[in-house]
């Protein structure tokens, strides 16, 4: 055991990577970007074409290695482009959430009283609309987009982002090196945005990473209604087409939940791995 | 008790802000979705139709300014008037009430098997933190929170429907069985109930053994836990008497806050399922344009929240007896 002292995120990285679960899931991750970054283009079938007999069994046709859907879609086409729109959405929406959560929390926790206060109830509205019927809503009053989905994603998803802020913030705000900061004459905005949101960074990391994995589960959820982009092909959109006749062809909604569950399981053990990687006092342990 | 009293009544005041806020919300969305919302209350009733779309103007108040329109709205939902219908042209509260039960009941008995099980696993668990069977619950958690629960219960109903049919995959009641007394009804309704309430249990199983675990970790280290072991109790005692009453608290401040989730878990099983709850229903209006119904659900299932979240803070007291004063 060296005893050298490391930066606070070299070390991090050394208990991340010795996270044997952490490491599998960034592995995981990188095997399904590359599917679908690479994917597509290699294999250049499309998701939407008849490509064969409709029903066709999966390792039947060698053409047709995932076999097809109710349409005669090609599934193994859809399975990789299909995390195209799922992670970007899921990116995106994830973004959008982390954005309004922080914002919220960070100011209702640096400034308390009545702000804090109006932000909480807010806060609590939010927290009471569940959120995958608030997101119908939504995309139902606003036609289903891209865009509009990740809008209705992020709107229900930041309430424990602002909650974990305004915890932090709250803690933060009248610790020394605040003090000090203040006393220097640093206005609200330099406090809140070089002193203590670093400082409060690692949490919200965590916080981020769950809600990447959350949002991606959302969207599927989404296009398993039928309620995104139908123009896009994605995981969900296959599944929820599929929906009617998963006793004829179980391989069309099999493989493209497969996909889901994998990103989401690597999202999630990536967060695990930060989480003990960012939060020292399990170090210890 | 006065004390007690007191914070209940606060709480309930606190609660009917809350759903006036929600009635807000929905009128505000309304409102802001684009064009006009005469022709969005409308929806499918053809509202090109220009004495149509007058007569809804008059009907709704919508020619009175807009602060009117707001209080004349929550003055008629606070009555139980959300509107009526176009697609099945009844009330939309009586559309809701035919559906809250079914849903209520599903996502209750997820809710409990999740919490029952889960935390008996969890429990299980941190007897051993190191063992084998620790790590498979660890697994299981993972695995539970990853898959998406449409596919789980779409699983399930390719293994029931195509491989071992021993459960009904779809529906609540069997047509079989109308007319047969009341104790075969509720057998009926539960054989349905199986698969649903799986489905929707494992992804909150999943949590609460991940979080019950940790929970008695933490709890079975501290002092009284030592004490406790000290003073020669049994395990059992100790485990379940001493250490799992204050593990709980962090596993019922979840369940409270995760009940919108759960609510949100079950419009997507009862969709897999063809379940006849407020989930099917908002679909339905989703498909029809149904405004008024869809956003009567949404009200619907916010207060059902609302009333969960009243629920978990007044069970913290019965847990926790530090509180009871306060």
């Given at each position: 055991?060296?005893?050298?002292?490391?930066?606070?995120?070299?070390?991090?990285?050394?208990?991340?990577?010795?996270?044997?679960?952490?490491?599998?899931?960034?592995?995981?991750?990188?095997?399904?970007?590359?599917?679908?970054?690479?994917?597509?283009?290699?294999?250049?079938?499309?998701?939407?074409?008849?490509?064969?007999?409709?029903?066709?069994?999966?390792?039947?046709?060698?053409?047709?290695?995932?076999?097809?859907?109710?349409?005669?879609?090609?599934?193994?086409?859809?399975?990789?482009?299909?995390?195209?729109?799922?992670?970007?959405?899921?990116?995106?929406?994830?973004?959008?959430?982390?954005?309004?959560?922080?914002?919220?929390?960070?100011?209702?926790?640096?400034?308390?009283?009545?702000?804090?206060?109006?932000?909480?109830?807010?806060?609590?509205?939010?927290?009471?609309?569940?959120?995958?019927?608030?997101?119908?809503?939504?995309?139902?009053?606003?036609?289903?987009?891209?865009?509009?989905?990740?809008?209705?994603?992020?709107?229900?998803?930041?309430?424990?982002t602002a909650r974990l802020a305004r915890a932090e913030f709250l803690r933060l705000t009248h610790l020394e090196f605040a003090n000090a900061a203040r006393a220097l004459g640093a206005g609200h905005l330099r406090l809140m945005l070089r002193e203590i949101l670093p400082n409060a960074l690692p949490p919200l990391i965590?916080?981020?990473?769950?809600?990447?994995?959350?949002?991606?589960?959302?969207?599927?959820?989404?296009?398993?209604?039928?309620?995104?982009?139908?123009?896009?092909?994605?995981?969900?959109?296959?599944?929820?087409?599929?929906?009617?006749?998963?006793?004829?062809?179980?391989?069309?909604?099999?493989?493209?939940?497969?996909?889901?569950?994998?990103?989401?399981?690597?999202?999630?053990?990536?967060?695990?791995?930060?989480?003990?990687?960012?939060?020292?006092?399990?170090?210890?342990? | 008790?006065?004390?007690?009293?007191?914070?209940?009544?606060?709480?309930?005041?606190?609660?009917?802000?809350?759903?006036?806020?929600?009635?807000?919300?929905?009128?505000?969305?309304?409102?802001?979705?684009?064009?006009?919302?005469?022709?969005?209350?409308?929806?499918?009733?053809?509202?090109?139709?220009?004495?149509?779309?007058?007569?809804?103007?008059?009907?709704?108040?919508?020619?009175?300014?807009?602060?009117?329109?707001?209080?004349?709205?929550?003055?008629?939902?606070?009555?139980?008037?959300?509107?009526?219908?176009?697609?099945?042209?009844?009330?939309?509260?009586?559309?809701?009430?035919?559906?809250?039960?079914?849903?209520?009941?599903?996502?209750?008995?997820?809710?409990?098997?999740?919490?029952?099980?889960?935390?008996?696993?969890?429990?299980?668990?941190?007897?051993?933190?190191?063992?084998?069977?620790?790590?498979?619950?660890?697994?299981?958690?993972?695995?539970?929170?990853?898959?998406?629960?449409?596919?789980?219960?779409?699983?399930?109903?390719?293994?029931?429907?195509?491989?071992?049919?021993?459960?009904?995959?779809?529906?609540?009641?069997?047509?079989?069985?109308?007319?047969?007394?009341?104790?075969?009804?509720?057998?009926?309704?539960?054989?349905?109930?199986?698969?649903?309430?799986?489905?929707?249990?494992?992804?909150?199983?999943?949590?609460?053994?991940?979080?019950?675990?940790?929970?008695?970790?933490?709890?079975?280290?501290?002092?009284?836990?030592?004490?406790?072991?000290?003073?020669?109790?049994?395990?059992?005692?100790?485990?379940?008497?001493?250490?799992?009453?204050?593990?709980?608290?962090?596993?019922?401040?979840?369940?409270?806050?995760?009940?919108?989730?759960?609510?949100?878990?079950?419009?997507?099983?009862?969709?897999?399922?063809?379940?006849?709850?407020?989930?099917?229903?908002?679909?339905?209006?989703?498909?029809?344009?149904?405004?008024?119904?869809?956003?009567?659900?949404?009200?619907?299932?916010?207060?059902?929240?609302?009333?969960?979240?009243?629920?978990?803070?007044?069970?913290?007291?019965?847990?926790?007896?530090?509180?009871?004063?306060?």
């Amino acid at each position: 055991m060296s005893t050298e002292a490391l930066s606070p995120w070299r070390e991090a990285w050394r208990v991340f990577s010795s996270n044997k679960a952490a490491v599998l899931g960034l592995l995981m991750l990188a095997v399904v970007a590359a599917t679908m970054v690479f994917g597509p283009g290699l294999y250049g079938v499309s998701a939407f074409d008849i490509a064969g007999a409709p029903f066709t069994a999966p390792f039947t046709d060698p053409k047709l290695w995932l076999g097809t859907d109710y349409l005669g879609r090609d599934v193994l086409a859809g399975v990789l482009i299909g995390g195209r729109a799922t992670v970007l959405v899921g990116l995106s929406a994830a973004a959008v959430a982390v954005t309004i959560g922080v914002t919220i929390g960070a100011l209702a926790g640096y400034f308390g009283g009545w702000v804090d206060l109006a932000l909480s109830r807010v806060t609590e509205l939010f927290q009471v609309l569940p959120a995958l019927l608030f997101a119908m809503v939504l995309v139902t009053l606003f036609r289903p987009s891209l865009t509009v989905v990740v809008f209705a994603i992020g709107v229900v998803a930041w309430t424990g982002t602002a909650r974990l802020a305004r915890a932090e913030f709250l803690r933060l705000t009248h610790l020394e090196f605040a003090n000090a900061a203040r006393a220097l004459g640093a206005g609200h905005l330099r406090l809140m945005l070089r002193e203590i949101l670093p400082n409060a960074l690692p949490p919200l990391i965590v916080s981020a990473t769950l809600i990447v994995g959350a949002a991606i589960l959302f969207e599927a959820g989404l296009s398993f209604l039928g309620l995104s982009d139908p123009n896009v092909m994605s995981w969900g959109l296959m599944i929820g087409s599929n929906r009617r006749n998963i006793l004829e062809c179980w391989w069309a909604v099999t493989f493209p939940g497969a996909m889901i569950f994998a990103t989401v399981l690597a999202v999630s053990l990536i967060g695990d791995g930060l989480n003990d990687a960012l939060n020292p006092k399990l170090h210890l342990r | 008790m006065q004390r007690t009293l007191v914070t209940v009544l606060r709480r309930l005041a606190l609660a009917v802000g809350l759903v006036l806020a929600v009635l807000a919300v929905n009128f505000t969305l309304i409102h802001a979705a684009p064009g006009d919302p005469a022709l969005v209350i409308a929806g499918e009733m053809g509202g090109a139709d220009e004495a149509t779309m007058a007569t809804i103007r008059k009907t709704y108040g919508l020619d009175r300014p807009l602060h009117e329109q707001f209080f004349t709205y929550l003055g008629k939902s606070v009555r139980g008037d959300l509107g009526t219908s176009y697609t099945y042209n009844r009330p939309v509260i009586d559309l809701i009430l035919g559906r809250l039960g079914p849903t209520v009941l599903l996502v209750l008995t997820a809710l409990l098997c999740a919490i029952v099980i889960g935390t008996g696993l969890g429990v299980l668990a941190s007897r051993r933190p190191d063992s084998f069977g620790s790590g498979v619950v660890t697994v299981f958690s993972l695995v539970g929170y990853a898959m998406p629960v449409f596919w789980t219960g779409i699983l399930l109903v390719i293994l029931f429907g195509k491989v071992w049919p021993v459960m009904p995959i779809a529906g609540m009641r069997d047509v079989r069985a109308f007319g047969a007394g009341p104790w075969q009804a509720a057998l009926d309704v539960a054989h349905h109930l199986v698969l649903p309430a799986a489905t929707l249990a494992i992804v909150y199983l999943a949590q609460y053994s991940r979080l019950s675990r940790a929970s008695m970790l933490e709890v079975l280290g501290s002092d009284y836990i030592r004490t406790a072991r000290a003073k020669g109790l049994s395990d059992a005692v100790v485990t379940f008497k001493h250490a799992l009453r204050n593990a709980l608290m962090p596993i019922v401040t979840i369940a409270g806050l995760q009940f919108g989730n759960l609510i949100s878990g079950a419009v997507l099983v009862e969709t897999v399922f063809s379940w006849p709850g407020l989930g099917t229903l908002a679909l339905d209006a989703i498909l029809g344009r149904d405004y008024p119904t869809l956003l009567g659900v949404l009200t619907f299932s916010a207060i059902l929240v609302i009333v969960a979240n009243l629920i978990t803070d007044l069970s913290y007291r019965w847990i926790d007896p530090r509180l009871r004063g306060r």
